[in-house]
């Protein structure tokens, strides 16, 4: 069993930056692929962005492309979403997800392992 915890969230000013973490314990961090979702209040959950096993392949929703982004490091089973020029439409609980397969996905039910989630909220 997986544990994923996230951390970084908070209240950031339009236009500014933060930086989420999520740790992973209980598997093998190395061979899974990664992903950051998101969750808005009164909307489902959406796909943000993913990373392969090894780093080499990122993909990004495109509302925020050029603007975050995700890298993982496997000797601290952690994987990183830096977020720069923050919107308020931002603005959700993120979530760290780990699919167990090689492939890179971007539909939630695709990842195994969740999170608990953490708040950023982006003020105007």
């Known amino acids: 069993q997986v544990q994923l915890v996230e951390s970084g969230g908070g209240l950031v000013q339009a236009g500014g930056f933060l930086s989420l973490s999520c740790a992973a314990s209980?598997?093998?961090?190395?061979?899974?692929?990664m992903g950051w979702f998101r969750q808005a209040p009164g909307k489902e959950r959406e796909f943000v962005a993913t990373?392969?096993?090894?780093?080499?392949?990122?993909y990004y929703v495109d509302s925020v492309k050029g603007r975050f982004t995700i890298s993982r490091d496997n000797a601290k089973n952690t994987v990183y979403l830096q977020m720069n020029s923050l919107k308020p439409e931002d603005t959700a609980v993120y979530y760290c997800?780990?699919?167990?397969?090689?492939?890179?996905?971007?539909?939630?039910?695709?990842?195994?392992?969740w999170g608990q989630g953490t708040q950023v909220t982006v003020s105007s």
């Open positions: 997800a780990a699919r167990a397969q090689l492939a890179i996905v971007t539909r939630t039910f695709g990842y195994d392992y």
């Open positions: 209980g598997g093998t961090f190395s061979s899974y692929v």
């Open positions: 990373i392969g096993w090894n780093g080499g392949n990122t």
